[in-house]
């Protein structure tokens, strides 16, 4: 599990951020919460794309903590549309952590699966567009 990996080859990151102190929950580790609207914010990015406009979040199917974040790790989170229904848009989401310098490891440190809806100005669903 401390294996260490390299960032996605010929994929660029959807987010990239670093969290600060303020991020941090009791025990010094970056808050889960925290890292998990990072997540909603990538996934909506790639879905909005996607969509051509407006999205909402309507279901995370999982979400799976690897490996802890601390202050001053690079967060890149990739985010893959794998599923475009009616309405609906599923967004796989992988974020990995890069840690220390000059010896820089890097760290598959969460992924999950969101399902966004399009929305119209009325924030009711509408179609997504053909490709």
């Known amino acids: 599990m401390n294996e260490t990996q390299q ?3 010929c994929r660029e990151p959807v987010l990239r951020i670093q969290p600060r102190p303020a991020d941090v929950n009791m025990h010094g580790d970056i808050f889960g919460g925290w890292i998990m609207a990072q997540v909603d914010m990538a996934g909506g990015i790639a879905a909005a ?3 051509r406009g407006r999205v909402a979040t309507v279901a995370v199917k999982e979400f799976v903590f690897k490996h802890p974040v601390f202050v001053g790790d690079v967060l890149s989170l990739y985010a893959e549309v794998v599923r475009v229904g009616n309405t609906s848009i599923t967004v796989q989401v992988e974020v990995f ?18 399902t ?8 009711k669903p509408r179609p997504v567009p053909a490709v």
């Open 97 to 114: 952590a890069e840690r220390g310098i000059p010896d820089t490891q890097v760290y598959r440190v969460t992924e999950a699966t969101l």
């Open 116 to 123: 966004f809806v399009a929305v119209g100005e009325n924030r």
């Open 49 to 51: 794309k996607r969509a």
């Open 7 to 9: 960032l996605p080859l």
